[in-house]
């Protein structure tokens, strides 16, 4: 069992003070976006007190750190706090079979990994969930085509130049098509690849009218275009499920999920990947092509992911893939844990004692620990809350 210390990402969404905070820190006065916990070899957690990498520890030992069920010489998961003070990328994650192909495309071209341009830097897919600390805001998912055209249909628009009253004609056009995927397609299309003067002029017309109504998405819009001026993600907003997470409340992002987060703090667990194709709302490189090739265009409902109970103090959030599962635990009478698997574990609120056949140490909030397979039973006891991930259970 060991004690990690962790590298926090400095993105300029990132918060100037919730990160700090909840690691009981000083702020410094500059973003910090995200905790990274885990073995990815971008930023991988060291061990305390050798700073030896988690990744390093992984690779020396795969079978005693992950068990014999592991699929893999690799830790399949990557925990983080994220803290956004400003709206993340419009963005979408591939599948495994795509990931590996494309990586693999991408290596053959000698395009370097940490380039730029580079869209896939490993072989893996990319579900994730996030678990909200404070109240949690995002987009993510196509709702009905129907819905959105009415929106943009009903805004009091201004004379609009001529190719932004074309730009907006045609998207009108593409949601009242009789099959809602292929029109959330086409006016998802439109909207990323249409000349950046009409785009741009619509987005503030789009953004101005917004203002004026009571709606999520068109508040959604003005707080996008307030950020990101004349962007065409502002356009794609419209089309999207608006998410509001009430603390204690979690979403899963499966591939192929188009989404953005907004505002918020939270406990993100996700497949240890870095592959991420952006469409707009960022400074960073945009493929659109390639993104239109990723995104499920299908009407979803808002993705929340519903625990399962165990026992009154104990929340599994378990998607289907075996990647990951985060449990939530609320301290109080001690708990053992049994199944040999990798953990990671971050303390929330209180102050929380683990033992395991290596030892113990106590957690508070934002210390966190990686106990290895070999070192179970784990029993938790104290007084406080903890978050652990560990690999799913298909």
Known sequence: MHRLTNRVQPYAWGSTTALAEFLGQASDGSPQAELWIGAHPSAPSALVPTGQGLDELVAADPEGVLGAQRTSDRLPFLLKVLSAAAP???QVHPDRERAAR??????????PVDAPHRLYRDTEHKPELLYALEPFAAMAGFREPAAARELLAGLALPALPPEAADLLAALLDDLAGADPAAALRAATRRALTAPAAGVAALVEAVATACEALDDPSAACAVQLAGHY??????LVSLLLNQVRLAPGEALYLPAGNVHAYLSGTGVELMASSDNVLRGGLTPKHVDVAELL???DFRVLPVPLLAPRPVGEDELVFAPDVDDFALTVLRVGRPTTWERRVPRALLGLEGEVTVTSTAGELTLVRGQSAFVTAAEHPLTIAGDGRIACAAPGER
């Not at 494309?102 to 395009?111: L, V």
């Open 229 to 234: 001026p004349g962007d065409p993600g502002v």
């Open 293 to 295: 090739e990723v995104v």
């Open 88 to 90: 993340l990328s419009l």
């Open 102 to 111: 494309r990586f693999a495309e991408e290596e053959a071209a000698g395009t």
